[in-house]
């Protein structure tokens, strides 16, 4: 059974770095059936996809061009989990936030999500 | 980037009467290759994530009661919950993964009536 644990700050300073980790049970970060995912959710934006990591014999990555000047998500094969990095944080970055897995099962719909991180920016 | 747009906003049903979603994409999410539409709906209760509930614009994933059905192909889409029960309360979302950026509908808020 897939589970996905996330952890991080919930309170982070505007002009900072939003920082989110999701340690992954039950899948491999590097598996070549699976992407890794951050998804966002707020009153004012909905349910915003932000980016993804994957490997297909490589590492890719790729970006909404939203945040795409602010973000990297990447791997960490050794503790089998990816992070999010929000740099240059405003108050309009405040929002739950959320990791999940794409299958390729269902080429890339998102089957598995984590809990949930409440992350409000503000000083 | 592919507009997703659900309709209505929100919606009060009877128990056991029938709920209807419905989600529009700006452009066809069928993939004309294999026939297949890149659409997906979800379900979201308080302080939960999202959880899939159909792909492939409508086949329901495992666990998921028969009484959630999904149709439509191109850019017209619909979810029906063909009786309504107290635990489908939620939210309602479609989303498109087709291609990225992956979108999603504004979402559609389920109620009793």
């Known amino acids: 059974q897939v589970h996905l644990q996330q952890s991080g700050p919930g309170l982070v300073k505007p002009s900072q770095t939003l920082s989110l980790t999701c340690a992954i049970s039950g899948d491999s970060v590097s598996s070549d059936s699976a992407t890794w995912n951050w998804i966002r959710q707020s009153p004012s934006r909905g349910l915003e996809w932000l980016g993804r990591t994957y490997y297909r014999s490589k590492w890719y990555d790729d970006y909404a061009v939203s945040v795409k000047s602010r973000i990297t998500i990447n791997p960490d094969t050794s503790k089998n989990q990816f992070s999010l990095q929000l740099n240059s944080v405003t108050p309009e970055d405040t929002a739950v936030y959320y990791c999940?897995?794409?299958?390729?099962?269902?080429?890339?719909?998102?089957?598995?999500w984590g809990q949930g991180t409440m992350v409000t920016v503000s000083s | 980037d592919i507009v997703m747009t659900q309709s209505p906003d929100s919606l009060a049903v009877s128990l056991g009467e029938r709920a209807t979603i419905n989600c529009k994409s700006s452009?066809?999410?069928?993939?004309?290759?294999?026939?297949?539409?890149?659409l997906a709906w979800y379900q979201q209760k308080p302080g939960q994530p999202p959880k899939l509930l159909i792909c492939w614009a409508s086949t329901r994933e495992s666990g998921v009661p028969d009484r959630f059905s999904g149709s439509g192909s191109g850019t017209d889409f619909t979810l029906t919950i063909s009786s309504l029960q107290a635990e489908d309360v939620a939210l309602y979302y479609c989303?498109?993964?087709?291609?990225?950026?992956?979108?999603f509908g504004g979402g559609t808020k389920v109620e009793i009536k």
């Open positions: 452009q066809s999410v069928l993939y004309s290759s294999n026939n297949k539409n890149y």
């Open positions: 999940a897995r794409g299958t390729s099962r269902l080429n890339d719909a998102f089957d598995i």
């Open positions: 989303q498109q993964y087709y291609t990225t950026p992956f979108t």
